[in-house]
């Protein structure tokens, strides 16, 4: 996939104490002024990228949603930042997982208060590890996403008490020849979210890991399809 082109940060829109945010990370105030920006896409990005990286993404997906964009904080190799440990591929470090899901979560959290968006309607976009801890999320911290989009999300680990993702939207996409994040890790975790109620959508690519344009294009549909519902909330 080639990616469109990358918009820049507003400066003019930087509040002063964004000191207490304590993620390298981006923020772009919707493209349509505040009181059209009817959600907030949180973007989390795969292993090896930054905080820059899903920003043209996210514009494509919604042209008029605030962008919130965090570099994790792990680095493999001291170098490959990531959003949480993993002991092999595919093999995750549970208890670090679940730190890092928390501290994600109160920097979303905190983020809303500083840059004041509405913390309601703030909807998970990631892809690979980022889906990954997006899926976690949903998981443990559920009241912090109104929904998410998951591209090649695997099952990050399955928790002991099912939580109420009932008016959670959801939207995976999953491609039918990933090695990494393959058909039966994707079907185990759609199970997972149904079980626990939520409103999910499969969509399954003819293709590996990587993201391509018809993942956009689906994502895309779904998001202005579910906008009313994600409105209300
Ligand atoms: C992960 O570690 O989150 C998954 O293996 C996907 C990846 O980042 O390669």
Redesign the pocket.
């Known amino acids: 996939m080639s990616p469109p082109a990358r918009p820049s940060a507003s400066s003019s829109s930087s509040p002063n104490n964004t000191q207490q945010l304590d993620f390298t990370h981006r923020f772009i105030p919707s493209g349509a002024g505040k009181d059209k920006a009817r959600v907030t896409l949180l973007l989390l990005h ?2 090896g990228g930054n905080e820059d990286d899903l920003l043209p993404l996210g514009r494509e997906l919604d042209p008029s949603a605030t962008l919130l964009s965090p570099r994790g904080k792990i680095l493999e190799g001291g170098r490959i930042p ?3 440990r ?1 002991v092999a ?2 093999v ?1 470090d549970v208890d670090d997982l679940k730190f890092r899901t928390h501290e994600l979560a109160d920097f979303v959290e905190m983020a809303s208060t500083v840059y004041s968006f509405n913390a309601s309607k703030v909807i998970a976009v990631g892809y ?2 980022g889906a ?2 997006a899926a976690s999320m949903l998981l443990l911290r559920p009241q912090t996403l109104s929904g998410a989009i998951l591209f ?1 999300a ?1 099952v990050p680990f399955v928790p002991d008490k099912i939580p109420d993702l009932s008016y959670k939207r959801i939207f995976m996409s999953s491609g039918l020849k990933d090695p ?2 393959t058909k039966q890790e994707a079907e185990s975790l759609a199970s997972l979210l149904k079980q626990a109620d939520a409103d999910l959508v499969l969509e399954w690519q003819n293709s590996g ?1 990587e993201l391509t344009q018809h993942d956009i294009q689906t994502a895309k549909q779904w998001l202005l399809l579910n906008s009313k519902a994600l409105d209300k909330r």
Do not use: D, K, Q
Request: positive net charge; hydrophobic residues 40%; without cysteine.
């Open positions: 795969g292993t990531r959003f949480f993993r591929e595919g995750f690979s590890n990954n801890i090649r695997m990494i994040a890991h």
